[in-house]
């Protein structure tokens, strides 16, 4: 299955010409722009000509435009620039403005760098969000009555969470209107090659561009500063770009940087803009196929045709990105900078869409050079997730549930903020209990019951919820039913031909699934000696907790015989062929959620079966596992992490040969080894 690429607002991939055209440059075209023999003056006149397209392309007119690292460069030297003749005319008694304005939805780069130019040089300005609407478009009336007041104004052409397009015809008319002195900086890194612009023709005095958003390569840039506009150097050395930006110039960078211009240039090479409304509309309606309920947060109208926000209810930005990274559909959540984070995104914070959508949402973009062929295979992906979700039956309830496998015997977990629920399920019977309930997983216990049609015969605590019965009641209310059924100390509940046995441990309920698995709540494994001496559990009985501290389950034996972990085993993705070969009877254990082993259509591997067991079912497994602790299991996941927690823990449980795959299916997938082969 390859790749498909769906994040490029972050970055793109490299223009096949605009490799060659670097690659030319630096095998051939290597001279130093600055030196004065004829490979120099080759370089330059290469130099000078992507220079003399870009200010076409770009309508620079008498401006100026320099080659740089990027757009943080770019925003670095406009800023300075502003803000030392700020400094300036303020020593030389003149009144400029207090405020330091910038849109709610910039990149971090603006607000960051205005704060820190700011300091450093002793302005003390006020640095200051003008707020944008619930379309992201800057609210106009705010800005007419800051401008008078405003330094410097920082606004960007579009969004590159939303693909938002801003009104800068507005913004110009209005600080024509008020004859507003302030600088003006337009970030115009999502906007190249998407919009036209034609900047000498504005009242724009500054605006950074970046190479890698448009199929040139990272680490080059441009900034177009209006005839007129103060300047003022970020880097100071050998007089290069005619002495506004020192330094050897990157000519690889500026070569493939040119390659693209002359693409844009061409117009044969980029799809045109109807083409690009039209991909957009596949994408929408596969979407919407694949997960009914989705919410996109962005005016199509309004927003470039390349970028879709969205956000699907019951469903993290987490889950959703694991979900099509695992049908090698990459895309992201919010901005790739606090992607890492999990943060709510603060661009549709700053749109006042609501919470749960701010934190749930996902990016999908793509660039001019898309096709068809690629617009169709994303599509049929998208609704092969979307199927993958409802298999696993962990929808939210908006869904239509659709079991593919049926209902499963199954001890499952469920985590939110370091908190575990336990969900036992008996496929005979259809019926399921609900062990210790945190309101946050209420809607997904729900999805899943209802989904798997199970009959939920009990809701039960290992101590007084801190909730005070919130949890409860909301699942009871979700699942419309009025009342369950409960276990009374030192009773018993029938769980198909299971039994479910309610008993006292101090001041805490301990609830035992035969000698097999005990839910213990908060209480230490040390403190169930007493259950163990009147043989209610065994050394071996899985231990099943109400916190998450990442290590799933353990047992009274690893507490009380103080197992020692077996070391790290971990394998690279490049060994893992030659391990398979020569252990025929590894287990290869896929430990992703199910609705990802779904989506990546995968089941052997170098003729080995791949066994799904997500993380959330490991708990009901590993006494199975345990019992052959010498036949070695492989774990792995998306990135490592699920993997490595699912070895450790069958480590602790005294499994001598718990295998992990180093770095997960990404490393797989890099080493070319895919653990999955397209079904
Ligand atoms: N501005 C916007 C709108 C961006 O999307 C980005 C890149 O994420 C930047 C600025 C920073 O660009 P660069 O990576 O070239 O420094």
């Known amino acids: ?110 607000p960051e760098s205005l704060a820190h130019w700011n300091r450093l040089l002793g302005l003390n300005l006020e640095v200051r969000k003008l707020p944008v609407d619930a379309h992201g478009r800057h609210d106009l009336q705010a800005l007419d009555a800051l401008i008078g007041d405003t330094a410097m104004l920082c606004t960007m052409a579009a969004n590159n969470e939303t693909g938002v397009i801003s009104d800068l015809s507005a913004i110009a008319q209005l600080l024509q209107e008020r004859g507003a002195d302030a600088y003006w900086m337009v970030d115009c890194v999502q906007a190249l090659g998407k919009l036209k612009l034609n900047l000498a023709a504005t009242r724009i005095d500054y605006a950074p ?201 199954g001890v499952i977990q469920l985590s939110v903020d370091g908190q575990c629920t336990w969900l036992l399920s008996d496929a005979a019977s259809a019926s399921c209990v609900v062990i210790d309930p945190v309101a946050a997983l209420v809607p997904r216990l729900a999805a899943f019951i209802r989904c798997q049609h199970l009959a939920l015969r009990a809701i039960v605590h290992t101590t007084a919820p801190a909730d005070h019965g919130v949890a409860r009641l909301a699942l009871l209310q979700e699942l419309v039913i009025e009342q369950v059924g409960h276990v009374d100390i030192d009773g018993e509940l029938a769980l198909g031909q299971q039994r479910l046995r309610r008993v006292e441990c101090g001041e805490n309920h301990v609830y035992l699934l035969g000698q097999r698995f ?80 779904a989506a990546c259509a995968g089941t052997v591997f170098e003729g080995c079966a791949v066994h799904s067991v997500p993380l959330s079912r490991l708990a009901g497994q590993v006494a199975a596992w345990l019992q052959q602790p010498q036949c070695p299991l492989v774990f792995f996941c998306r990135s490592g992490n699920r993997s490595a927690r699912a070895s450790a823990c069958l480590r602790r449980l005294g499994h001598a040969a718990a295998w992990q795959l180093n770095g997960g299916m990404a490393m797989a997938e890099a080493t070319r080894h895919p653990l999955a082969i397209a079904a």
């Open 1 to 110: 299955m390859k790749e498909i690429y769906l994040d490029s607002n972050a970055t793109t991939c490299v223009l096949p010409a605009a490799v060659a055209a670097a690659r030319q440059a630096m095998e051939q075209g290597y001279g130093n722009p600055s030196s004065t023999h004829a490979t120099g003056l080759q370089a330059k006149a290469m130099m000078d000509g992507v220079r003399q397209r870009a200010s076409g392309l770009l309508g620079v007119g008498d401006g100026r435009l320099m080659f740089n690292s990027g757009a943080t460069e770019g925003i670095q030297t406009a800023v300075l620039s502003a803000l030392c003749a700020l400094r300036e005319r303020r020593d030389a008694g003149k009144r400029i403005g207090s405020l330091l304005l910038y849109g709610a939805t910039e990149h971090k780069a603006v």
């Open 209 to 409: 561009f970046s190479g890698h958003k448009l199929y040139a390569p990272k680490g080059i840039g441009m900034l177009y500063v209006r005839a007129g506009a103060p300047f003022t150097p970020l880097m100071m050395g050998g007089g290069q770009e005619a002495g506004l930006r020192s330094g050897t110039e990157n000519m690889a960078g500026i070569a493939a940087l040119g390659a693209v211009l002359v693409a844009l240039d061409d117009g044969k090479t980029f799809r045109s803009h109807a083409e690009l409304v039209a991909f957009r509309a596949q994408l929408v309606s596969s979407l919407e196929r694949a997960f009914p309920g989705i919410v996109f947060n962005m005016p199509f109208d309004l927003s470039l045709p390349t970028t879709l926000n969205f956000s699907v209810p019951g469903l993290s930005s987490k889950e959703l990105l694991d979900l099509f990274d695992a049908a090698r559909v990459r895309v992201s959540s919010g901005s790739a900078c606090s992607a890492a984070k999990a943060l709510p995104s603060y661009v549709l914070e700053a749109m006042h869409v609501p919470q749960w959508r701010a934190s749930s949402a996902i990016r999908l973009s793509f660039g001019p050079l898309i096709d068809a062929a690629t617009i169709a295979a994303a599509c049929a992906r998208i609704e092969r997730c979307g199927e993958a979700l409802r298999s696993s039956c962990l929808l939210p309830s908006a869904l239509a549930p659709s079991p593919l496998d049926g209902a499963q015997d």
């Open 518 to 597: 005990a839910f213990i709540g908060t209480l230490a494994p040390e403190a169930l000696t007493p259950l163990l001496d009147a043989a209610l559990l065994t050394p071996g009985t899985v231990l099943c907790g109400a916190r998450d501290d990442g290590s799933i389950c353990c047992t009274v034996r690893t507490a009380q015989e103080g197992i020692v972990p077996a070391a790290d085993l971990q394998l690279d993705a490049a060994s893992l062929p030659a391990f398979l070969r020569q252990h025929p009877d590894a287990i290869l254990v896929d430990v992703r959620e199910a609705y990802e082993h």
